[in-house]
């Protein structure tokens, strides 16, 4: 499996993410964004299971995670929450799924990770039924100028000790990708991007 290097990192940081999880963080951009879901669902990066709190009854859930640590959490979590889940350990970077496979693709906090944040989107488009959608919650660089300055000087540290990037221009990664956005919201000073959007 290809980011060895990043997997172990991630692996480290499970029992941060479920304690995380259990303190319902980030739940006012979660509880915005998931209940959208619909039918069979796509979950790239779950990580702990952060979202299934906010899903709503009915949806099938497909959730991938290249590390295995996380994924032990994710299981917990939708046995807890009363989801039901398919789990995949795999890089998704690396995956294939046939094409117009699910009604709602979801990534959250994943695309500051992705060596190619554009091939992503693009794979996501892909996965996604022509009326399907696809729900984002991401975080970039701020519009604030200075805040933006700080992030460009930690992000060599956080990439290395957290393992994402903190100063991706996320909107227009997106809008050079094969999605279209239909609504966009914006928070913390532009670092927080919550999307709806549909394939292209």
Avoid at 73 to 99: C, M, N, Q, W, Y
Avoid at 188 to 193: A, N
């Amino acid at each position: 499996m290809a980011n060895e290097r990043l997997i172990r990192v991630f692996d480290k940081q499970a029992k941060i993410y479920e304690r995380r999880r259990r303190q319902r963080s980030e739940k006012k951009f979660r509880e915005r964004l998931i209940p959208f879901a619909r039918g069979k669902v796509l979950e790239v990066a779950v990580g702990a299971g952060a979202n299934f709190p906010f899903y709503p009854k009915g949806v099938e859930v497909t959730a991938v995670d290249f590390s295995e640590e996380m994924l032990k959490r994710a299981k917990e979590a939708a046995r807890e929450e009363g989801v039901s889940a398919t789990f995949i350990h795999s890089d998704v970077e690396t995956l294939s799924f046939p094409d117009q496979s699910f009604d709602t693709v979801i990534s959250t906090l994943s695309m500051c990770g992705y060596e190619n944040p554009i091939k992503m989107l693009d794979s996501f488009s892909k996965w996604c039924k022509p009326d399907g959608q696809i729900l984002l919650f991401e975080h970039g660089i701020s519009s604030n100028r200075l805040l933006g300055y700080i992030q460009t000087l930690l992000n060599p540290l956080n990439r290395k000790v957290v393992g994402c990037h903190l100063n991706r221009d996320m909107v227009h990664i997106i809008k050079q990708s094969n999605i279209e956005i239909e609504k966009i919201d914006h928070h913390l000073f532009g670092m927080v991007h919550l999307v709806w959007a549909k394939p292209i």
